[in-house]
T-cell receptor, first 116, second 111 residues
Framework: EPEVTQTPSHQVTQMGQEVILRCVPI?????FYWYRQILGQKVEFLVS????????KSEIFDDQFSVERPDGSNFTLKIRSTKLEDSAMYFC??????????????FGAGSRLTVL | DAKTTQPTSMDCAEGRAANLPCNHS???????VYWYRQIHSQGPQYIIH???NNETNEMASLIITEDRKSSTLILPHATLRDTAVYYC????????????FGGGTRVLVKP
């Protein structure tokens, strides 16, 4: 069964450093998403991406965050200058276009980011 | 801004059916009901979705009331591996729309 692949599975970084989290969505999917989950809290939407541009973003997705689809297969989330509160599990998801209601999101296993 | 209400937690016995309720009294005509689950900090996993008819797949059944104000997810024979947080989400089914997760129901399947 096709799956969304995320790397790294765990990254530890120092506060103020830049981090790039990578995702390989399912190959025929056209809609891409990033979510995060702080330990013990809800899964929170960050951003959605379609046709090489951001479709929607949440208040969390401020100027420190950016997304890119650099080569037609990868979808990346960059955090420019990490803060302690960025420590979380980050999930990538993708979805096909098409039929209303059938736009099911498939999630990756996540990348755990620890900021020291 | 929660559109759904679910019990915080519930237990069920291994091998028995697990019935997970969800209230969505303000659901709009073009909103679908989706169910996802999250097993111990893994990525959310899609289970099933429906608009107004009952649905069944290899994982579960979804029963939606006629007025669409509530639904029940049924896991027909719960196993220990079904222990997870289950999320009921209402969402317009248009392509590209995000999912908004609430607190979900923490289900513990006991031997």
């Amino acid at each position: 069964e096709p799956e969304v692949t995320q790397t790294p599975s765990h990254q530890v970084t120092q506060m103020g450093q830049e981090v790039i989290l990578r995702c390989v969505p399912i190959s025929n999917h056209l809609y891409f998403y990033w979510y995060r989950q702080i330990l013990g809290q809800k899964v929170e939407f960050l951003v959605s991406f379609y046709n090489n541009e951001i479709s929607e973003k949440s208040e969390i997705f401020d100027d420190q965050f950016s997304v890119e689809r650099p080569d037609g297969s990868n979808f990346t989330l960059k955090i420019r200058s990490t803060k302690l509160e960025d420590s979380a599990m980050y999930f990538c998801a993708s979805a096909r276009s098409g039929l209303s209601g059938a736009n099911v999101l498939t999630f990756g296993a996540g990348s755990r980011l620890t900021v020291l | 801004d929660a559109k759904t209400t679910q019990p915080t937690s519930m237990d069920c016995a291994e091998g028995r059916a697990a019935n997970l309720p969800c209230n969505h009294s303000t659901i709009s005509g073009n909103e679908y009901v989706y169910w996802y689950r999250q097993i111990h900090s893994q990525g959310p996993q899609y289970i099933i979705h429906g608009l107004k008819n009952n649905e069944t797949n290899e994982m579960a059944s979804l029963i939606i009331t006629e007025d669409r104000k509530s639904s029940t997810l049924i896991l027909p024979h719960a196993t220990l591996r079904d222990t997870a947080v289950y999320y009921c989400i209402v969402r317009v089914g248009a392509a590209g729309n995000k999912l908004t997760f609430g607190g979900g129901t923490r289900v513990l399947v006991k031997p």
